[in-house]
């Protein structure tokens, strides 16, 4: 059973930064593409990034331009995302992702999710 938890979502102005933490637990779960999704209000729910098994690199929505950093630590179970100079369009819930398909940048019926931590940013 995967299981799936996010944090460290908050309120911050624009140009602050967040960083989310999801932990992850399940068997062979290292082997899974793991990634973060947000839904806007009123919007769909969007790929932001997503790390694959293996990989030495994340892989970013192109509205990220440059400012989001995702890494895992396969050690300690652990998915973060680093969010630096965040702006009023980023204000979202944000969801940790598992994914075992081939294209972690769609979401699927057979995705697990976390609960979701909210991100607000103002000015």
């Known amino acids: 059973q995967v299981q799936l938890h996010e944090s460290g979502g908050g309120l911050v102005q624009t140009g602050g930064s967040l960083r989310l933490s999801c932990v992850t637990s399940?068997?062979?779960?290292?082997?899974?593409?793991l990634g973060w999704f947000r839904q806007r209000p009123g919007q769909e729910r969007e790929f932001v990034a997503h790390?694959?098994?293996?990989?030495?690199?994340?892989w970013y929505a192109n509205f990220v331009k440059g400012r989001f950093t995702i890494s895992r630590d396969d050690t300690k179970n652990m998915l973060y995302l680093q969010m630096d100079n965040l702006e009023p369009e980023d204000t979202a819930v944000y969801y940790c992702?598992?994914?075992?398909?081939?294209?972690?940048?769609?979401?699927?019926?057979?995705?697990?999710w976390g609960q979701g931590t909210q991100v607000t940013v103002t000015g």
């Open positions: 992702n598992a994914d075992r398909t081939t294209d972690a940048r769609t979401a699927g019926p057979s995705d697990y």
């Open positions: 399940g068997r062979f779960i290292v082997r899974y593409s």
């Open positions: 790390m694959p098994w293996g990989a030495d690199r994340g």
